[in-house]
């Protein structure tokens, strides 16, 4: 299993970005994905998950301002971010699951098994 995360960048709050995560050796559409950030000095934090089905969930502090996609046949993840905020400032990471379905919270965390190198987000004031 292979992910490659991209479309990290600095970008002035308020703005914009796309990240994307192209998988190889395995199914974005068969299984749950997430993306995870860590910022300096912080825990890694579960962003937005999708699964097999479409389902969607997301942590509070990016609710309405992030939405979590998926193009099943180019095999990659998405993840668009918008009215950025320093706070959003982080590595972020893509995930891959073991199992069709799961979600934000830390009860799913061990079933993300694969992950792919970060992309990096800077958000300034």
């Known amino acids: 299993v292979h992910l490659v995360a991209s479309g990290g960048g600095s970008v002035q709050a308020g703005g914009s970005l796309r990240l994307s995560c192209a998988a190889s050796?395995?199914?974005?559409?068969?299984?749950?994905m997430c993306w995870f950030r860590q910022a300096p000095g912080n825990a890694r934090e579960g962003v937005a998950t999708?699964?097999?089905?479409?389902?969607?969930s997301y942590a509070d502090s990016v609710k309405g301002r992030i939405s979590v996609s998926k193009d099943n046949a180019k095999n990659t993840l998405y993840l668009q971010m918008k009215s950025l905020n320093p706070e959003g400032t982080a590595v972020y990471y893509c995930?891959?699951?073991?199992?069709?379905?799961?979600?934000?919270?830390?009860?799913?965390?061990?079933?993300?098994?694969?992950w792919g190198e970060g992309t990096q987000v800077a958000v300034s004031a």
């Open positions: 995930s891959a699951g073991l199992l069709a379905t799961g979600g934000i919270l830390a009860e799913y965390a061990p079933t993300f098994a694969y």
């Open positions: 050796g395995y199914s974005v559409s068969t299984h749950c």
């Open positions: 999708l699964d097999s089905v479409g389902s969607t």
